[in-house]
């Protein structure tokens, strides 16, 4: 787990936003795995093993969360057979209890702290290699953020690479490995918690 800390406009959204390929950078260059991703489409980035869990959730309301995790394989969907998609919407209930509860639910009638969940639920249907968590504890309860920085230590222990921008930099340090301070769009400082 890699984080990024730093003030509000400080442009750690932006660079999440670059990297999953919702923007296109004006100037240089990123690269995933040896491979040039800035030049792709954020579906064809997802494809390459980029998911972004964004901020704010941005799950579909009118969905139900069933239908929302599967929107998350939808660029492995015609990879998957049926009872694949189901083992793998199983694995989602078993890491995620509550979604498998409420699999029927719409999205938009869950709480935050479940929508959090759905949030990177959906993001983890895409089977990423790198995760990419954008401000996952706004706006949460603080017993629902220690269950979120729960989850993203879970990943971490499963080996799952992460990249955390996270305005609680108590909570994001105990988790991360290593992080950067960024500040008006530079680097100000990196270092190990």
Do not use: W
């Not at 694949?84 to 979604?99: C, W």
């Amino acid at each position: 787990v890699t984080c990024i800390l730093g003030p509000n406009g400080a442009g750690k959204s932006t660079l999440m936003q670059l990297i999953a390929g919702v923007l296109a950078p004006s100037s240089g260059r990123i690269q995933f795995n040896g491979l040039t991703i800035s030049n792709l489409n954020a579906p064809q980035i997802v494809q390459n093993g980029i998911s972004l869990v964004p901020e704010n959730r941005l799950i579909f309301p009118e969905m139900t969360v069933r239908e929302n995790l599967i929107v998350g394989a939808f660029s492995r969907k015609s990879q998957l057979t049926s009872k694949q998609m189901s083992d793998e919407l199983k694995e989602i209930g078993h890491r995620f209890p509550v979604l498998k509860k409420r699999e029927s639910q719409l999205g938009g009638t869950l709480s935050g702290g479940e929508q959090q969940m759905l949030a990177i639920g959906r993001a983890l249907m895409s089977k990423p290699k790198f995760l990419l968590m954008d401000e996952p504890s706004v706006g949460l309860a603080p017993i629902i953020v220690d269950e979120i920085f729960s989850i993203i230590e879970e990943l971490k222990t499963d080996g799952m690479s992460v990249l955390l921008v996270e305005q609680n930099a108590r909570k994001a340090l105990e988790v991360a490995s290593y992080f950067y301070l960024l500040d008006k769009g530079k680097v100000t400082y990196e270092g190990s918690p």
